[in-house]
């Protein structure tokens, strides 16, 4: 099978990561729940990780590491526990329904939302945003990346709008943590929501949140923390405070696999090589007749994704043609982006999304060229 699903999850991962898993699943008791070996092994990852992340996205203290199980729950944590009725948000068409959904509910309890557009190529003018913000604006909520055009989002920008006005920064970085370099203190971040699974190249249901400190969210969740058992009420420390019931702590020994090995091979290598394989599959299909390619390709900065259509073909059709008659596994549909969907105009047809990883080789890309060459003709 040729795998260009990675903006979905990636399904390879480094072998120091399934090993670490493997481990911890033989060694790791419950984490702050005992003083034997066990767990305190598994505290220790924990904690480690927390350190290991806070390095990577330049926090200010582990303590605002939190761990989640992907960013969706993240998402959910963050903008359900700043938000109160009468704020207003700012947010984009870019985003995906893991921020689309949460502030849909808020907006039920009385929280009013602005969405900057984006033109046909799903392209976000930062003075649109900047003229969203208004004096009762508590955030601006924002994609890094987006999952279905790969266009990058210039978030150092958006967080000095945010910094200037005062408002809250809450960034999804779903397509862009581990890819991208992200400095949270840099980039005025107030919350930032990863993911383990994708660019991370750790396991699924893993993932976290670096909140600013000093910032006070509310939990989503209360529940066994492993102290203070006697209050009523969870404990507001953090990391603690966002942090309910068991870890996934053979994920977490998995994800600090990943994040070394990141770390070793370098992001900026890793990112390079995955935008050359993005190049080489955007030239080899971009003046194929009957093939339209969405997204901002006037500049290289952007996420190793390319999305398109043939003709009038369905494309959860291409997707099954691809997979049966190629072994090429890609993402159809409407990728959980419905705004942006409307903004390309590919609401009842969907896109057929590739997307890419370093261990993707030259040899697959030109089989997923010649794929859409032979479907093009077909189309015709």
Excluded at 7 to 22: D, G, H, L, S
Excluded at 327 to 343: K, Q, T
């Amino acid at each position: 099978m040729i795998y260009m699903d990675n903006a979905a999850t990636t399904m390879q991962k480094p072998k120091e990561v399934v090993r670490a898993v493997a481990a911890a699943m033989e060694s790791m008791g419950n984490a702050g729940r005992g003083a034997h070996g066990a767990s305190l092994s598994a505290s220790r990852t924990v904690y480690d990780t927390r350190e290991l992340l806070c390095r990577f996205f330049n926090g200010t203290s582990p303590r605002q590491i939190v761990f989640t199980a992907n960013s969706t729950e993240s998402l959910n944590i963050a903008i359900k526990g700043v938000l109160n009725p009468g704020d207003h948000v700012v947010t984009t068409v870019m985003e995906h329904n893991s921020v689309l959904r949460p502030l849909y509910e808020m907006e039920e309890k009385g929280v009013e939302l602005t969405f900057v557009k984006a033109d046909e190529r799903g392209v976000m003018d930062l003075a649109d945003l900047e003229a969203a913000i208004r004096p009762d604006t508590k955030a601006v909520v924002c994609t890094n990346g987006s999952n279905l055009t790969g266009n990058y989002v210039d978030i150092e920008a958006v967080g000095a709008i945010a910094a200037k006005y005062n408002v809250l920064f809450i960034v999804d970085a779903s397509q862009t943590a581990g890819v991208f370099p992200i400095d949270v203190q840099k980039m005025h971040i107030d919350i930032l929501c990863f993911t383990g699974h994708k660019s991370l190249l750790g396991p699924q249901g893993t993932g976290g949140m670096y909140v600013r400190e000093g910032l006070e969210v509310r939990p989503l969740l209360s529940g066994g923390s492993g102290v203070q058992t006697y209050s009523k009420t969870h404990p507001k420390e953090m990391p603690t405070a966002l942090e309910a019931g068991t870890l996934n702590g053979h994920g977490i020994a998995g994800l600090h696999a990943a994040v070394e090995y990141l770390m070793s091979e370098g992001i900026d290598k890793i990112r390079t090589r995955e935008q050359e394989l993005m190049w080489r599959f955007y030239e080899g299909v971009k003046d194929i007749p009957n093939v339209k390619v969405y997204g901002d390709f006037s500049t290289k900065n952007r996420c190793p994704i390319v999305t398109l259509n043939i003709g009038a073909y369905d494309s959860s059709e291409v997707g099954d043609a691809l997979l049966m008659d190629y072994d090429i596994s890609i993402r159809p549909g409407a990728h959980c982006a419905p705004l942006m969907h409307e903004a390309l105009g590919t609401v009842g047809q969907g896109a057929v999304r590739f997307s890419f990883s370093h261990y993707n080789t030259e040899e697959e890309v030109d089989t997923a060229i010649r794929a859409i060459q032979e479907l093009s003709v077909d189309e015709e």
